[in-house]
């Protein structure tokens, strides 16, 4: 078997600076030394980086010639430790110098570099555990090291990967508070990733042996932090070791995945009215929940400023570093707060009232999203009635339509798939009579029921296969909903790939098959579009997937899974593009054709009935007319059709196509019951444009408004001035 290959260096290169003779070394004040004592500075050494060597070998190349440089230098430190591979080395050696060369200290950094595995040997942590008692203040470096690295940020060499595994597994032989939070902030630091490369963590090596060490330790900070980071990590094999120590805790502690998660939850220290006011000099500083964001906000004298004091600014820069780390930490778990909400709506969870109104009412963050869905409470188990939350005195109370408090009984997160299409319509029109918006689409969610041809292919559907897609845009949309998905490219094993999701807390896991559409061109090299083919099911079985057949799969796993890929095809899809039809490229016009005025998928047709309920409230009420499959919009130069699905719009009598580009922020002050389908606010801003088509300035739109035939003689003045949002 060949070894895995990467582009590293092997050999050493002293750097002296100009002018120093061989065997010179330079003191920190600029003085020239001979050969280095104890307080002599290191010398400086870059890695050759030429050419490609398997990593073990090159591991112990460095190692023989570091161990040459270091003897000829006299350097206490290996030079193989820390070195300039990364920007970390270079910025510890310089902040932690006598530390680091401290008597014992190097050998302690040397072990633990050495470890070659997540998990430590019974012989490797008694050499540890020894080296940590004779070396002079090693147990303060391991955790200065682990600290810098939490708050560097940063990807790091290989190297200083498997150093920092091995300095994760010495913090773990303390066993006090302090040492718990470092270990968890140092875990959540090497399980982060750059925003372009999420599926790279900072140090994947340390981070799978950090996360076992921290699933070990009491308390509520280590079952936090990985929860968050099975929200956020879009590493596999990370996140996949983050899911498997989450049940394992769980286990131990009698909860289920689902419920580890929830109870995992931090409140940031904010008040049940999911704010935390602090004072800051003669100001008060608040941190605050306003809609589905964290912010601060400044007041003096309960006059609240529009921005930071300068006096803060200058006076207590400490303070706010402090309260903006604090809004970024409440809005990172807001956003992983609302995936996992929204995530139960495939799972079938009840709680008790107390547990329920304690978990999503009265926390800080989750009542963000809970107290805006609907839920049904039942006293029998049997029968179940719906309500929203509102507050009764001093308690929660769940309340019908009629603003009627339900009896106190078991509760469920609403899902419209067990509900009748009578109440699912008339929950819609109280939503919007009474201008409420929900965090996701819950009321006006789309349900996905089995087809009689998925029930005959027996494993897998068809529904959403043979859709041509713009990749990129659709490999960030899997993403953003959780679906983990090797990246396609002109490789070996590139050509395909399968976006997995798991669905039902954990029991099952849905995955949705594309591959690469080859580009006629052949030195281009990226991937600008894929095609779609089936979805399957796979059911939890101890460590492994066995795959499922439709019939067998849960109706909420199984509308969940597929109203993931009808949003991955109606978003991304050539046919939703306005502009993909003048491109000239004839290999996709017959789909995109076909495709573009098609009949409507459920989401389409739960836009059709959101359109049926927010037309009649708005001013352009009587130029509209609303179809099966349009919305018929009469303009003062001509009438239009507006595909509910992919947007188009054709114009008759002829019907030619009329591409628009849209701006969302025409629809203006129009309240929606939802805030995650921005097909419906594109065709409303369109609808908006079409019938005040004579007041278009945008010389690009009049140009296509013209008939072919007759031209159409439009007064000067329609074509001048500031061109609208396209």
């Keep these: 078997m060949v070894p895995a ?77 820390l070195h300039d591979g990364d920007s970390f080395g270079p910025a510890v050696r310089a902040h932690l110098d006598a530390d680091l060369a401290a008597p014992g200290v190097p050998e302690l950094l040397q072990h633990c570099a050495a470890l070659d595995k997540p998990a430590a040997t019974a012989k490797w942590l008694r050499r540890l555990d020894e080296l940590l008692v004779a070396a002079q203040g090693g147990r303060q470096v391991v955790r200065r090291l682990l600290d810098a690295f939490a708050a560097h940020g940063r990807s790091v060499h290989d190297d200083t990967d498997r150093l920092l595994r091995g300095l994760v597994w010495a913090l773990s032989r303390e066993r006090d508070e302090r040492a718990t939070e470092l270990l968890a902030r140092a875990t959540a630091g090497a399980a982060a990733a750059p925003r ?101 906000v400044f007041a003096r004298d309960e006059v609240t400023l529009k921005g930071v004091p300068a006096q803060v600014k200058q006076s207590h820069e400490d303070d706010l570093a402090e309260l903006r780390a604090l809004v970024r930490q409440v809005g990172a778990t807001l956003v992983s707060e609302r995936q996992r909400v929204e995530g139960l709506l495939s799972e079938e969870r009840v709680w008790s009232y107390p547990e329920w109104s304690s978990r999503f009412l009265d926390h800080p963050v989750t009542a963000t999203y ?114 983990q998905a090797g990246y396609l490219g002109t490789w070996d094993g590139g050509y395909d790939s399968e976006a997995t999701k798991v669905f039902g807390g954990g029991a099952w896991q849905a995955s949705f098959h594309h591959a690469l559409v080859d580009d006629p061109e052949e030195r281009r090299y990226d991937v600008e579009y894929c095609s779609t083919d089936q979805v399957r099911f796979a059911r939890h079985d101890g460590k492994s997937w066995q795959p499922a057949r439709i019939i067998d799969v849960p109706p909420l796993v199984f509308t969940e899974a597929m109203r993931d890929v009808d949003l991955f095809v109606g978003v991304t899809s050539i046919a939703t593009d306005p502009q993909w039809a003048d491109r000239g490229e004839d290999r996709f016009s017959a789909y995109w054709h076909r495709t573009a005025v098609a009949e409507l998928t459920p989401s389409a047709q739960v836009r059709r009935d959101a359109l049926a309920r927010l037309l009649p409230r708005m001013a352009i009420a009587g130029r509209v007319d609303l179809a099966e499959r349009y919305l018929r919009v009469r303009g003062n130069l001509r009438a239009y059709r507006i595909h509910l699905g992919s947007g188009n719009i054709m114009m008759e009598p002829d019907d030619r196509y009329l591409c628009i580009v849209a701006a969302r922020s025409q629809t203006g002050r129009l309240h929606l019951p939802f805030d995650d389908d921005t097909m419906l606010a594109t065709i409303l801003s369109k609808a908006i444009m079409l019938a005040a088509d004579d007041r278009i300035t945008d010389p690009t739109v009049l140009s296509q408004l013209r008939p072919p035939e007759i031209g159409l003689c439009l007064p000067s003045e329609w074509i001048t001035g500031a061109s609208p949002t396209r």
């Excluded at 003191?27 to 050494?45: F, K, M, N, Q, W």
């Design 5 to 81: 290959r990467r582009r590293c260096g092997c050999l050493f290169r002293q750097r002296r600076p100009p002018g120093a003779a061989r065997g010179d070394r330079a003191a920190p004040d600029g003085r020239r030394t001979g050969r280095s004592g104890a307080g002599a500075a290191r010398p400086e050494h870059e890695l050759v980086d030429d050419y490609f060597i398997a990593a073990a070998p090159r591991r112990r190349a460095v190692t023989l010639f570091g161990q040459a440089i270091d003897r000829a230098t006299g350097s206490r430190l290996p030079s193989w430790l």
């Design 370 to 483: 809970g107290r805006h869905l609907l839920w049904e409470v039942s006293t029998d188990g049997q029968r179940w009635t719906a309500g929203l939350p509102r507050r009764n005195g001093g308690a929660w109370a769940i309340v019908d339509r009629d603003g009627h408090a339900l009896d106190h009984g078991t509760v469920r997160l609403w899902h419209p798939a067990r509900a009748s299409t009578a109440e699912v319509l008339a929950w819609r029109g109280h939503l919007v009579d009474a201008g409420l918006t929900q965090p996701f689409k819950q009321a006006f969610r789309e349900v996905y029921l089995r087809t009689p041809a998925e029930e005959k292919t027996e494993t897998y559907s068809n529904r959403f296969a043979a859709h041509i897609l713009r990749y990129r845009q659709a490999n960030a949309l899997m993403r953003a909903r959780g679906w």
């Design 196 to 296: 372009q490369a999420a599926g790279f963590p900072y140090a994947s090596r340390t981070a799978i042996a950090a996360v076992r060490l921290l699933a070990d330790r009491d308390g509520d900070v280590p079952l936090r932090t990985l929860a968050r980071l099975a929200m956020t990590v879009r590493n596999k094999a990370v996140r996949t070791r983050v899911q498997t120590v989450l049940t394992q805790l769980g286990a131990r502690r009698g909860w289920s995945f689902s419920e580890v998660m929830e109870l995992a939850v931090d409140d940031h220290g904010l008040g049940p009215d999911g704010r935390l006011r602090r004072a800051v000099g003669p100001y008060a500083a608040t941190v605050e929940i306003v809609g589905d964001r964290a912010r601060l």
